[in-house]
């Protein structure tokens, strides 16, 4: 799914405050296919060794973090938080 030559989570800038952490933008992605249940698992399957990377946590808890933080004024968002929270439940945060 990424490009060759090009690390696959590291493309997705955080606002132009630098390169996001590992695990960011494939958090990016499984979070907004969580209400499509099929897609979501087919991210998971993609990415997986990104999201299961040791240092990844850092970069879902952003995503998670963002998405949250957005979501009393984007509706979308709003609708993601239930799962966004089960989601950041279910990370290790060690």
Not at 15 to 21: E, K, Q, R, V
Not at 54 to 74: I, K, M, N, W
């Amino acid at each position: 799914m990424g490009e060759p030559d090009r690390p696959r989570d590291a493309a997705h800038g955080l606002g132009g405050l630098g390169t996001a952490p590992l695990g960011y933008d494939a958090a990016c992605l499984l979070l907004h296919s969580l209400p499509v249940p099929g897609a979501a698992a087919r991210v998971r399957t993609e990415f997986a060794d990104v999201l299961d990377a040791p240092e990844s946590p850092t970069g879902q808890l952003v995503a998670c973090a963002e998405l949250l933080q957005a979501a009393p004024r984007v509706a979308f968002h709003a609708d993601l938080e239930a799962a966004v929270r089960t989601h950041l439940a279910s990370l290790d945060h060690s």
